[in-house]
């Protein structure tokens, strides 16, 4: 995944664009940038490893350095970015969030040209590098947007910074947001809308799909209207999203209440306490607990002083081992007790398996686990949730083949989504069992967009029914 800030200014962004990408670090681990043009000394560009530390710590030093009046930043799961180009354009600087499934075959047609890409560790091409190449195509940034906008199959939203202003570009089918905030002396661009509320801005309008502007200190001009179909991404609401964020005019937060609350609604356990996994499944939990009149309790908070989300290893099994070691058992909240967790999802099951045989070893009487999101039964293929996921480690997909004796088909498949068959049952059951759960219930997909509160058609649930 990945998330953006950009700023224009009358005064000195550097302050606004540091904090701005700052207020993003929940959506990605390994790669952040800033890239500021001033009038006077032209273009200034710095990316750092964030693996190992936080954004802050890294660019404190480009914080006091750097000066623009214009300026973008990322941060990035993956490809180092903002990038800066020069080319027939000018120079300039572009940073993405997005997914490219066609990136071989618009490259194969690019070299065609006599262009060349630089390869990353792992033979990928940066994705950013591969967007700016594309606009490059045209005789100006309109049609070159409108070009990469069209030629590519997943999805795509970016900031490029050029002399005369931020073009700010969102995916075609809205997959990702872009929200515009306004204060007296500029505007910003954000992935996450509450990213300038701390920094004075006021909001002034979500980009539509599709729908490029440009953006200085004394405007924001719409250059390319927004479309008619939209299918932003459900996952936002349910995880990925900060809880003070807003997409689509529908708060992160209360949509995770309305997930909890349906999920209560559907349940007869009878537990002592309420529990979330932190940090994504608290407010789903609190939704549950006010709904059913279940205490809600946090039998094990995460340890983060030392612990930031970026230190992640890319070794899965290390990964598994550091997720369990942020969790601090309460003892006197567990022992004894029958708890019900609520995760945001499940995808291989193991972290969540783990979490539960940690409860029980500290001596709770039962686990009952409820997701907020139904089965997932598809890998993304429209955003960078995870490049190391493929569809077969899914825990739906594993269990189906081993219920079905051979790998499941799309046809077989979709005989496991609908939440009242048999074989959805069947299934859950299955998973429950391996995981070792008490009792094991998923959020309905129809509840889910109920608790979204936005048109099924506006909302892009791929992954777990396959519409496209």
């Keep these: 995944m990945g998330g953006f800030f950009g700023v224009a200014s009358k005064e000195d962004c550097v302050f606004d664009l540091f904090f701005g990408v700052d207020y993003h670090s929940h959506l990605g681990t390994r790669r952040a940038g800033l890239a500021v043009y001033s009038k006077e000394n032209g273009f200034d560009k710095a990316i750092h490893n964030i693996e190992n530390a936080p954004f802050r710590t890294k660019f404190t030093k480009e914080s006091n350095s750097m000066h623009g009046e214009l300026g973008i930043g990322c941060i990035s799961d993956f490809e180092a970015q903002p990038i800066l180009v020069r080319s027939h354009h000018g120079t300039f600087a572009i940073a993405t969030v997005g997914k490219i499934n066609n990136s071989d075959e618009i490259v194969e047609e690019i070299i065609k040209g006599n262009t060349h890409f630089f390869e990353m560790q792992g033979g990928d091409i940066n994705q950013t590098e591969l967007v700016a190449s594309i606009i490059n ?37 809205g997959r990702t947001p872009i929200s515009i905030g306004k204060k007296e002396d500029g ?136 997720a369990k070691m942020k969790l601090i058992p309460i003892q006197d909240l567990i022992e004894d007790k029958s708890l019900l967790l609520i995760d945001d999802s499940i995808v291989r099951g193991t972290q969540l398996r783990e979490t539960t045989e940690y409860l029980f070893s500290s001596g709770a009487k039962e686990v009952h686990i409820r997701t907020a999101c139904p089965p997932l039964f598809y890998g993304c293929k429209y955003l ?37 068959s048999e074989k959805y049952q069947r299934m859950v059951e299955e998973i429950g069992k391996q995981l070792h759960f008490t009792s094991l219930r998923y959020h309905r997909l129809d509840d889910m967009i109920d608790s979204v509160g936005i048109d099924a058609d506006k909302l892009c649930t791929y992954c777990w029914d396959g519409r496209e």
């Design 384 to 420: 960078n949730f995870s490049r190391s996921t493929s569809e077969m480690e899914l825990i739906t997909r594993r269990v189906i083949k081993e219920l079905e004796g051979r790998d499941p088909d799309d046809a077989v498949i979709q005989e496991y989504i609908d939440p009242d």
């Design 137 to 173: 195509q045209k005789d100006n940034f309109i049609d070159g947007i409108r070009y990469a906008q069209d030629i590519i199959d997943g999805s795509i939203s970016m900031l490029i910074l050029t002399p005369m202003g931020i073009y700010a570009a969102r995916d075609k089918l």
């Design 187 to 322: 505007y910003c661009a954000a992935f996450e809308s509450f990213s300038y509320s701390n920094l004075g801005y006021d909001s002034h309008k979500e980009l539509g799909p599709g729908e490029v502007v440009v953006m200085t200190a004394d405007s924001v001009k719409t250059l390319i209207q927004p479309g008619d179909k939209m299918r932003i991404c459900t996952f936002l609401w349910v995880y990925y999203g900060y809880p003070s964020a807003s997409y689509e005019g529908i708060s992160v937060e209360q949509m995770r209440y309305n997930c909890g609350r349906a999920l209560a609604r559907r349940d007869n356990a009878k537990p002592d306490v309420v529990a979330g996994v932190p940090d994504s499944g608290i407010a789903h939990a609190i939704g549950y607990s006010n709904e059913a009149h279940i205490p809600y309790s946090r039998p094990f908070v995460k340890y983060t002083p030392t612990w930031p989300r970026s230190f992640m290893p890319t070794n899965q099994s290390k990964r598994n081992l550091i």
